[in-house]
Nanobody
Framework: VQLQASGGGLVQAGGSLRLSCAAS????????MGWFRQAPGKDREFVGV????????YYTSSVKGRFTISRDNAKNTVYLEMNSLKPEDTAVYYC????????????WGKGTLVTVSS
């Protein structure tokens, strides 16, 4: 499975961005899709995840209410809608895929940089 994230860029605090992650080479609907991020000088952290069906999502507390994950299984794409962005959201954002029953994310895309200016 290959994943390609896109949509990053420079945005002012309070602004919005939508990241996309296109998948190929696998049965997209059988994967849980997660988003992670890594800020400069920090470890990679979990942002959120969406179930295979799209009916369930889970977010880390720092983004809850501001970020929304969605997926279009017909387009093999998962999205991360980011609103009310803060400078501390600045990071490289990665999408990842985990097979429905597995705990680990086996597939990772190259990240896309999001920079939030104050």
């Amino acid at each position: 499975v290959q994943l390609q994230a896109s949509g990053g860029g420079l945005v002012q605090a309070g602004g919005s961005l939508r990241l996309s992650c296109a998948a190929s080479g696998g049965t997209f609907s059988t994967f849980r899709m997660g988003w992670f991020r890594q800020a400069p000088g920090k470890d990679r952290e979990f942002v959120g995840v969406m179930s295979t069906s799209g009916r369930s999502t889970y977010y880390t507390s720092s983004v809850k209410g501001r970020f929304t994950i969605s997926r279009d299984n017909a387009k093999n794409t998962v999205y991360l809608e980011m609103n009310s962005l803060k400078p501390e959201d600045t990071a490289v954002y990665y999408c990842a895929a985990a097979r429905g029953s597995e705990l680990t994310y086996a597939y990772w895309g190259k990240g896309t940089l999001v920079t939030v200016s104050s």
